[in-house]
C-alpha cells in the first residue's frame, strides 16, 4: 500500500469517526484493550443514541434524559464513560462533562481510559486539521489531572462519586455511570443515599436546566435503584425518559 492510499484511507476513516460515534469507537476501541471488539445490537443502538445526544448538546437543543439497563460485560461504560465525551468535543469542544459512579476510583478509571484515547497518536492524527479547520485552531488540554482534565476551548472533563463533591462546575451533560455497586443495592441507606445525591446535588450541576441532559447508564439492582427512581419521577412530573433497557430481574 502506497503512503497516499494509507493516506486517503486515513482520511476517509477520519471522517467517518467524525459523523459516527459507532465507527469512532471501532476504529479507537484498540486504544485501551487489547480485548477484541466483539459487535452486538446493542452497541450499535447505544452510539447511535448517544451520537443523537452529542449533537443535541453541540446544537444547544433539549432532549431528553436517558437511562440505558444492560447487564456487565456489555461495554456500556466504554461507550458512554470512554467514548462517548472525546467524540463529544468533536463537535462541541466547548462542552463540559460531568461524569459520576459509585466510587470515586472508578470515575477516574474512566477519565484516565478517556483521556487516553484524546491522547492518542491516532486521535492526534486523525483529528488536529478538523479542529484547525473547523473551530480555528488545534485541540490539546490545559489542565491535565487524573479526575479533571480541559482544553483551550473551555471544554472539560469532571469526575465525582455518588455523594461526592461537585463544587464550581456545572456541566453541559451529566452522566451517572454505575451510581450504586452491586453490594450497595444490599443497603436501603446507600440506596436512599445515591437518589439524595442524584436529585439534590447532580441534578443543581447542569449549565441549563432546560436543555442539559443526563445520561445514566447500570445494571438493574433493585426495584427502588437509580433507575427505577428517576423513572418514577419522571412519571410523577410528566417529563419525558428514553429508556433503553436488556431486560434483566432487579431485586425486590
Known amino acids: 500500500m ?4 494509507q493516506k486517503k484511507q486515513d482520511e476517509k476513516a477520519a471522517i467517518q469517526s467524525i459523523k459516527s460515534l459507532y465507527i469512532f469507537l471501532r476504529n479507537f476501541w484498540s486504544v485501551n484493550t487489547e480485548d477484541p471488539f466483539i459487535n452486538n ?4 443502538k447505544i452510539c447511535d443514541e448517544l451520537q443523537e445526544y452529542g449533537l443535541a448538546i453541540a446544537e444547544r437543543r433539549a432532549i431528553a434524559d436517558c437511562i440505558i439497563n444492560i447487564p456487565p460485560g456489555s461495554s456500556k461504560s466504554t461507550m458512554v464513560s470512554q467514548m462517548f465525551p472525546v467524540w463529544l468535543w468533536l463537535h462541541a469542544p466547548w462542552a463540559v ?14 477519565s484516565i481510559k478517556s483521556k487516553a484515547i484524546f491522547k492518542s497518536d491516532k486521535f492526534q492524527y486523525y483529528f488536529q486539521e478538523y479542529f484547525k479547520l473547523r473551530f480555528g485552531q488545534e485541540i490539546n488540554l490545559t489542565k491535565d489531572t487524573e479526575a479533571q482534565w480541559q482544553n483551550n476551548f473551555g471544554g472539560r472533563r469532571y469526575c465525582t462519586s455518588t455523594g461526592g463533591s461537585v463544587t464550581g462546575v456545572h456541566g453541559h ?12 443495592a444490599e443497603s436501603k441507606a446507600v440506596i436512599e443515599k445515591a437518589n439524595r445525591f442524584n436529585d439534590k446535588t447532580l441534578s443543581t450541576r447542569k449549565k441549563d ?8 447508564v447500570m445494571q438493574r439492582l433493585h426495584y427502588s435503584d437509580t433507575t ?10 410528566g417529563l419525558s425518559l428514553i429508556h433503553i433497557s436488556e431486560p ?5
Not at 502506497?2 to 492510499?5: A, F, H, K, S
Not at 445490537?41 to 450499535?44: S, V
Not at 436546566?209 to 445514566?216: D, E, G, L
Open 173 to 184: 451533560v451529566i452522566i451517572r455511570d454505575d451510581p450504586i455497586s452491586p453490594e450497595g
Open 209 to 216: 436546566k432546560n436543555i442539559t441532559p443526563t445520561i445514566t
Open 41 to 44: 445490537w446493542h452497541i450499535r
Open 228 to 237: 427505577g427512581h428517576e423513572i418514577k419521577k419522571m412519571k410523577e412530573e
Open 248 to 252: 434483566t430481574r432487579p431485586r425486590l
Open 2 to 5: 502506497t503512503n497516499l492510499t
Open 97 to 110: 462533562v460531568i461524569s459520576s459512579s459509585y466510587s470515586h476510583t472508578l470515575s477516574v478509571e474512566h
